[in-house]
């Protein structure tokens, strides 16, 4: 009865879909505040409940930003949001020059062909056609090349200092933009200009868009020319908005006065995607993104766990924390923010993290259980623990993974991941109350206090093991052929990609790699953001060694990494 209410609230609409930063998860956080209370869950200290911590939450345009053209002697001045756009990821400034057309912006000597070949775009502002000779076809050849932050990597680490990406439509007006939702800076000047701008500059070659594209098509290959007579400047002004967010934090101390010093952490987190937005699997369709399994399902097993150990705290000689982490969906933000910024407890003493995550939606008794490697006591107490429940359980070694689990096994922190499988629903408006299992949810509740109380308990404290994952690499992204290991911290907002960790006897590890590590060069590469690692690492090949350059303790560290085939 007791879930079935909660996740009824933090599923409704009254909620909005619990977005970070908005009204929405902020009565979702004062729901589980009210909740913590009536349990005699305590804040921890003297900070209340929450956590705060600030995030970017989207882009707007400043009053700076312009596009002007001198072409053949005369001035045009182009139409903010009509004309132009600069991209989320564009970076901030003012630059003038030459403008040269570089086909479609792709370089992949993997399949041979590179727009840039017979062109020097080194201080010049690079005009891009729209897509590939193949058109918008993600299936075909060019499908992995398309994607603007990529070509906006490629115009930069060819010298570009601007980049122009050609719209299909006269007008951006009426164009709807999907933002990504990562607002990192690309490292370049880009826009999107309509067709009717990119024809007003093509002009003076005599050339239009439509034209190039139909020779592109036919050719297999776009044109690639010089605008002698044009000169462009651009200013731009993306400024990043800032939103705060918080965890919600509740303690229930334990009763031995040495062991309580020690922690038990139980988490959830309980934001969700607002009305959509990047991370939406709901394509076209705007609304309410309930999440009711995704996480109201593990925030309400939370706060029946809070509820139930409340009533039986005596048994509980370790404290145990309550965590209803914010940000999960935008990159493990709240949990980050935790461990790096303010653990409530000191990490040393914290002794494992159980994450409830998605755990509403079980089919035929199955039940994953993430984590298993990260301590070599988790498979007897987990199986010795389940066989009064009955679970078919599927064990995973891992201790990484997309929930926040993994802010904590990345501070060396046994920790296990509770989940009932993805659904049609995942991501979508029709994640709903009313699809959840109540019954089979308190089950798996039932077994995480069982565990929680069997931790807070025993004399010892369990061990810590890094997690081996062999065989698990078929997990990653098809699109990559090599495997290398390492762990992004998506939290971290730096200019490069900052690592959380990296898996045991993988080649990062041999490489040397650390967590902690910025990755700012890979393979010959600037890298500024995990959009440019990723990018990258579709292009190495297995048991070919790259030189990756890490920035650790203020200082580049260059190092030799062999990649292996992915399984």
């Known amino acids: 009865e007791s879930l079935s209410k909660h996740i009824k609230y ?29 349990y005699g869950v305590k804040p921890v200290g003297g900070d209340g409940f929450l956590q705060g911590f600030e995030f970017i939450a ?54 041979n062909y590179d727009d840039y070949a017979k062109i020097d775009v080194k201080d010049k502002i690079v005009m891009l056609l729209p897509f590939s000779p193949e058109g918008n076809n ?52 880009a826009l999107r200009i309509s067709k009717r701008t990119a024809n007003e500059l093509l002009k003076s070659v005599g050339k239009n868009v439509d034209g190039l594209q139909k020779s592109g098509s036919e050719a297999g290959v ?16 993306v400024v ?30 309980y934001d969700h995607l607002g009305m959509g937005g990047a991370e939406s699997l709901a394509v076209g369709a705007e609304g309410i993104h ?33 965590a209803a982490f914010s940000g999960e969906e935008l990159g493990l933000l709240g949990s980050s923010h935790y461990v790096n910024k303010s653990p409530s407890f000191p990490l040393n003493q914290t002794v494992a993290m159980l994450n409830m995550d998605m755990i509403g939606r079980m089919k035929n008794d ?3 259980v993430g984590g298993i490697g990260t301590s070599p006591q988790w498979k007897p107490i987990v199986e010795g623990l389940n066989k009064a429940r009955g679970f078919v359980l599927k064990l995973q070694e891992d201790g990484y993974g997309p929930s926040d689990h993994a802010s904590f096994y990345g501070k060396d922190i046994p920790v296990l991941f509770f989940f009932t499988g993805v659904h049609d629903d995942y991501h979508k408006p029709s994640d709903t109350a009313d699809r959840i299992n109540v019954v089979s949810e308190q089950a798996v509740v039932t077994l995480v206090q069982d565990i929680t109380t069997k931790l807070a308990g025993q004399e010892a404290r369990i061990e810590f093991t890094k997690a081996k994952v062999e065989g698990e690499r078929r ?61 990258v690492l579709q292009e190495l090949k297995p048991n070919e060694t790259v030189e990756i350059i890490v920035l650790r303790d203020g200082q580049k560290v260059s190092l030799q990494l062999t990649p292996t085939a992915r399984q």
């Open 58 to 111: 989207g882009v707007k345009q400043g009053q700076s930003t312009t596009l002007k053209a001198k072409n053949n002697g005369q001035d045009v001045e182009f139409q903010l949001a009509q004309d132009f756009q600069p991209y989320n990821f564009s970076s901030n400034g003012s630059v003038s020059g030459q403008i040269v057309l570089a086909g479609y912006g792709i370089s992949a000597p993997g399949i």
């Open 475 to 535: 997990q990653m992204n098809s699109s990559f052929r090599v495997y290398v290991g390492s762990v992004p911290d998506y939290a971290e907002q730096v200019e490069g990609l900052k690592l959380s960790g990296v898996r045991p006897d993988s080649p990062a590890e041999k490489a040397g790699i650390k967590g902690g590590d910025i990755i700012v060069g890979l393979a010959g590469k600037t890298i500024k953001s995990v959009y440019d690692y990723t990018y």
């Open 138 to 189: 993600l299936n075909g050849k060019f499908g992995e090349y398309l994607a603007a932050r990529r070509k906006a990597l490629t115009a930069r680490e060819h010298g570009a200092k601007a980049v122009l990406f050609i719209s299909e439509a006269d007008s951006l007006k009426d164009v709807r933009t999907r933002d990504d939702g990562n607002y990192t800076d690309a490292g370049i000047v």
């Open 366 to 368: 199955n039940l994953v």
């Open 240 to 269: 990043r908005e800032m939103r705060k967010t918080y965890n919600v934090l509740g303690l229930i101390e334990g009763s031995d006065e040495k062991l309580k010093k020690e922690v038990i952490v139980l988490g959830a987190h």
């Open 290 to 322: 309930h999440g009711a399994d995704d996480n109201a399902s593990g925030t309400a097993g939370l706060l029946e766990l809070a509820r139930v150990l409340g009533e039986n705290r005596q048994t509980l000689r370790r404290s145990v924390l309550f």
């Open 222 to 237: 776009g044109e690639t020319i010089t605008l002698n007579k044009v000169n462009l400047a651009i200013s731009t002004e």
């Open 10 to 38: 933090l599923a409704s609409s009254e909620l909005e879909g619990r977005r970070s930063g908005t009204a929405g998860c902020e009565k979702a956080a004062d729901y589980i505040i009210a909740q913590f209370k009536q």
